[in-house]
Nanobody, 123 residues
Framework: QVQLVESGGGLVQAGGSLRLSCAASGHTFSRYAMGWFRQAPGKEREFVASISWNGGSTYHVDSVKGRFTISRDNAKNTVYLQMNSLKPEDTAVYYC????????????????WGQGTQVTVSS
């Protein structure tokens, strides 16, 4: 059974940084793409970034491009989201998810969600 556990969220001032981690177990981590999503209060879940099975390809949505970086360490079964220059509109619960293939940028191709970690950016 796929298990994903996010950590690293918290309260930060605008312009600050956070690094989210997602520890995976219960599957062969290195075979699958991984992604990060977020959901703000009252809004639908939003796709943020994805990374291919070996880290060779990444994708970031325009709203975070240049500020957020997705990465992974297959030896540690962990995917990361480095978030810099945070803005109040980045406030959300952040979720990691496993892709259904080795590489995808389509939100519908992700499942097996974690429980999420709260990120709050104060102005």
């Amino acid at each position: 059974q796929v298990q994903l556990v996010e950590s690293g969220g918290g309260l930060v001032q605008a312009g600050g940084s956070l690094r989210l981690s997602c520890a995976a177990s219960g599957h062969t981590f290195s075979r699958y793409a991984m992604g990060w999503f977020r959901q703000a209060p009252g809004k639908e879940r939003e796709f943020v970034a994805s990374i291919s099975w070996n880290g060779g390809s990444t994708y970031h949505v325009d709203s975070v491009k240049g500020r957020f970086t997705i990465s992974r360490d297959n030896a540690k079964n962990t995917v990361y989201l480095q978030m810099n220059s945070l803005k109040p509109e980045d406030t959300a619960v952040y979720y990691c998810a496993r892709g259904t293939s080795a590489w995808t940028i389509h939100p519908r191709d992700f499942g097996s969600w974690g429980q999420g970690t709260q990120v709050t950016v104060s102005s």
